[in-house]
């Protein structure tokens, strides 16, 4: 077993809770404005669908989660209390592409750009009752959405929305990146820039969305940000057994796992953020990028029923399921070679997120059968294992 800490922090300084008996398949997605302004996160599955899972189809899927989730081009988090979230929109985005449906996806990029995109370009994060209530903007949102817009403009011809996805990707490079003894790296936020040591969110990385905004920029800020984030991705699997939800980096490199941005928040935890580091990884057409998406697969293989929260040992810290925990698996038994695995927890995944349909669960099943099964989101996930 690799050590149970990175650099002398112990992961297993975590605070146990007792697991509820209801099982919540729906993820908690997580909050992403500035750690002193985020209010908590809750969530509650809706009511149990008598209906069959979905195909694992990814354009049925996304067709069924624009139909499900959008309205009017707004992503709504019905279990969430109604608002939207930057995330949100960038995921619907990825839907539209994913569907051939440009339609929708002008709706959808209206709607952010009237309603979410500052005057700096960058999308506010939050939005509840007609207005934004956080104008912080979230990295990963703003990264999902460039990489959208340049996927649509080859797509469906525009070149305005390829134009657009270049803009948005070349205010991320200047505001919201910074240079470690790692390399460069991604902060989550606006809030992050001036403090070292950075709060970093290891699932922020994202290989292909570097590649194609470094494509289509032709900003070698984007390869220098594939080589620091795949260092420093590295370190992290090398030194646990699960990548922590949210880390720390240090201006000299030293990397440590942290209880939520900035030691605030929830304990060190492999949770609601962390699975996506295996889906985005697994996606890149880079072998090596693949490797580390399978490193955690002995881990989480230990159980056929996956444990929602798990310490960074694997150990479980509640009962409850998720549909998200189980799309990451399947991510990183396909990037070790087991198709056959990847597409049971696929499905699994599916007909969770059919029970109890949320909002993050239903687009983690899209997303991950989009990023596993075809090339519409410019990844090689079918292939690279």
Not at 253 to 282: K, N, S, T, W
Not at 333 to 362: F, K, M, V
Request: some cysteine.
């Amino acid at each position: 077993m690799r050590r149970a800490a990175l650099l002398g922090i112990a992961a297993g300084a975590v605070v146990v809770t007792a697991g509820a008996a209801v099982l919540a398949v729906g993820a908690l997605s997580s909050d992403h404005g500035p750690p002193e302004t985020a209010p908590d996160t809750t969530s509650t599955p809706l009511p149990a669908s008598d209906a069959e899972a979905p195909k694992l189809d990814a354009a049925e899927l996304a067709t069924s989660f624009l139909d499900d989730w959008v309205d009017d081009g707004r992503v709504v988090r019905h279990d969430e209390g109604g608002d939207t979230v930057s995330e949100g929109q960038a995921y619907g985005l990825f839907a539209a592409v994913i569907a051939d449906d440009e339609k929708r996806f002008d709706e959808i990029w209206t709607w952010t750009e009237d309603e979410l995109v500052r005057s700096d370009g960058l999308m506010a994060w939050r939005w509840e009752d007609g207005k934004v209530v956080d104008d912080e903007p979230a990295s990963d949102a703003d990264l999902d959405a460039a990489r959208a817009l340049v996927l649509a403009g080859d797509r469906f011809g525009r070149d305005d929305l390829r134009q657009a996805g270049v803009d948005l990707a070349t205010v991320i490079a200047d505001r919201m990146t910074v240079v470690t003894e790692r390399g460069r790296i991604l902060l989550p936020g606006l809030w992050a820039a001036d403090r070292e040591p950075y709060a970093y969110n290891p699932s922020y990385a994202s290989p292909v969305a570097y590649e194609i905004l470094g494509g289509a920029t032709g900003d070698p800020r984007w390869a220098e940000l594939q080589a620091g984030s795949a260092a420093v991705t590295t370190e992290i699997l090398g030194a646990t057994d699960l990548p922590p939800d949210w880390a720390q980096i240090h201006s000299d490199g030293l990397i440590e796992p942290m209880p939520g941005p900035l030691g605030e928040g929830d304990p060190v935890q492999y949770a609601f953020d962390a699975p996506r580091l295996m889906l985005r990884y697994a996606e890149s057409c880079t072998p090596s990028d693949v490797s580390l998406a399978a490193m955690p697969l002995e881990t989480l293989d230990r159980e056929k029923e996956l444990s929602s929260r798990l310490d960074l040992g694997g150990g479980p810290l509640v009962s409850e399921q998720s549909a998200f925990g189980y799309t990451a698996r399947a991510a990183s038994a396909q990037a070790a070679g087991d198709d056959d695995a990847a597409t049971a927890d696929l499905e699994r995944a599916a007909q969770l997120s059919a029970e109890y349909p949320t909002y993050y669960g239903a687009a983690w099943v899209m997303l991950s059968t989009a990023m596993l099964t075809d090339d519409t989101l410019g990844g090689c996930g079918t292939s690279a294992s």
